[in-house]
């Protein structure tokens, strides 16, 4: 059985990863801001899972509470970046610049943060799996992805580099890059409104959450010797044949 730490525990990918390595008798350590929402699902989960209420994004704060938790769980075996956020759908001449500073320092900077403060320990004790959660908007471009579909592209980019400096380590690296995905509050972020977000998933069978903590539990259950380097899932019904033409 393995120690995991996951950010972005709280709900939507996060909490259903929660409630399936839980379930597989993982322990998991469950990061996130939401104090309420972590006690909730610890409540939920019993004491293999260990709630830690921090903003990644307060690096002081997170160095604090990463030097406590690598003390007290000396033995993590997987870090899986799930916390990351989208904030708007404008065009990039139209975007708000505050926006892509908190998909920066989100999706990008306090991914980094935490890889840095648990990367060295993994290599020390030769085993180790960080998993990074990419999207299909890091792969494929669409108008108002801009900075959201950079901030993925860069995850992606990084889990592949990340595996070039590991080699001759045990220490894993896989990238899951998910397509539309209904059952989180992914897009009502993003669109700041509750009501336009479910219409994005009406009449269509998105991915689930569980879809996505399902195929994360099995590229952290596979083989020692096996890397999942990088996975891509779409509902059957998305496609990328998005090409679009402007005509005068
Ligand atoms: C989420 C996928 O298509 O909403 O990362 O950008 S999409």
Redesign the pocket.
């Known amino acids: 059985m393995k120690t995991a730490v996951v950010t972005g525990a709280s709900s939507g990918f996060g909490a259903a990863l929660a409630r399936k390595l839980v379930a597989e008798g993982h322990t998991v350590l469950g990061l996130a801001r939401r104090q309420d929402k972590l006690d909730a699902l610890a409540a939920e989960l019993g004491e293999r899972f260990f709630p830690v209420s921090v903003d990644l994004t307060d690096r002081a704060r997170a160095d604090a509470v990463l030097g406590d938790l690598m003390a007290r769980f000396p033995n993590i075996d997987v870090l899986i970046n799930n916390a990351g956020l989208?904030l708007g759908v404008d065009k990039a001449q139209d975007a708000k610049l505050e926006q892509w500073d908190t998909m920066v320092a989100t999706n990008i900077s306090a991914l980094l943060h935490i890889t840095h403060a648990l990367l060295p320990g993994m290599v020390k004790q030769n085993k180790g799996h960080i998993i990074n959660l990419g999207?299909?908007?890091g792969e494929y471009a669409y108008a108002g992805?801009n900075v959201?579909g950079a901030t993925?592209a860069f995850v992606h980019q990084l889990g592949l580099n990340l595996r070039a400096d590991l080699s001759g380590t045990a220490v894993r690296v896989s990238t899951v890059a998910?397509?539309?995905c209904s059952g989180t509050d992914?897009s009502t972020v993003r669109l700041g409104d509750k009501d336009k977000a479910a219409a994005l998933y009406q009449n269509v069978d998105a991915l689930t959450p569980e879809d996505i903590a399902n195929t994360i539990a099995w590229i952290m259950n596979a083989p020692a010797h096996m890397n999942v380097n990088y996975i891509e899932l779409m509902p059957v019904a998305q496609s990328f044949a998005g090409l679009s033409v402007h005509r005068k």
């Open positions: 989208a999207s299909t908007a992805g959201y993925k998910p397509g539309l992914f």
